[in-house]
C-alpha cells in the first residue's frame, strides 16, 4: 500500500510540473522573444494628427499623445493650453527598429508638419503647438539634426525652417479622451483637420 501511495504522489508531482514548465527556463526565454522596441518624441501641433500619422507605419508598436518640454510638473491639458508651462504637444512612438528605420520616422514627420511656422501648426498658434524632434540618444540626435539639413538645403517650399531638435525631457502622457482620437471620434475629428487646413497645406508644402 506504501508503495502504491507512494507511486501515485510520484506520478502527480510529475504531472504538475510537466504542465507549470522548468520556471528558470521560461522567464529568460520570454524575455528573448519579446521584440526590442525603441522609443521617438515628436511635435507637430496637435497631438490627435500627429498620432494619426504614425499609427499608419508599419513597425510602430504603440503612440502616445502627451507633454514634453515644459518646466511643471504633471501638467494638464488646460495649464498647456494657456502656453504657460514651456511644454509642447508631443507624440511618443514606440517602435520597432528591425521594421521600421528612425530616418524613415523622420520623413513621416517632416511631411506632416509645416516646419516654417514658429510657435504654431496650421491654425493652431502658441508655443504649446511648436514643431520639433525631441531626441532620446546621440544616435537620433545626429539623424535628426542631418535630417534637418538636408531639408533646409533641399526644400520644395519657401520660408525658413524653424523646426528646434532638442534632447527628451520628462514625458507626461495626455488625458485618456486625448489617446487615439482620431479613432474614438472619427467625425468630429475630421472636421477639426478639415477646418483647421491641415490637410490643404500640406498639400500644398510637399506636393
Known sequence: ??????????????????????????????????????????AG????????????ISGVTATISGYMGGHSKNPTYEQISTGRTGHAEVVQVEYDPKRVSYDKLLEVFWRNIDPT???????????????????????????????????????????????????????????????DYHQKNPVRYKFYKTGCGREARLKELWR
Request: hydrophobic share 40%.
Open 117 to 179: 511656422q514658429k510657435d504654431a501648426q496650421f491654425c493652431d498658434h502658441g508655443s504649446q503647438y511648436r514643431s520639433g524632434i525631441f531626441y532620446h540618444d546621440a544616435e537620433q540626435r545626429k539623424l535628426a539634426e542631418t535630417s534637418k539639413a538636408a531639408l533646409v538645403k533641399n526644400k520644395p517650399f519657401k520660408g525658413e525652417i524653424v523646426t528646434e531638435v532638442t534632447r527628451a525631457a520628462e514625458f507626461y502622457a495626455a488625458e485618456d479622451y486625448h489617446q
Open 45 to 56: 501641433g496637435c497631438f490627435w494628427c500627429v498620432e494619426e500619422a504614425f499609427d499608419k
Open 1 to 42: 500500500m506504501k508503495n502504491t501511495a507512494y507511486l501515485l504522489a510520484f506520478a502527480v508531482v510529475c504531472l504538475v510540473g510537466a504542465a507549470i514548465g522548468p520556471t528558470n527556463a521560461q522567464g529568460p526565454k520570454a524575455a528573448a522573444d519579446k521584440p526590442a522596441t525603441a522609443k521617438a518624441t515628436f
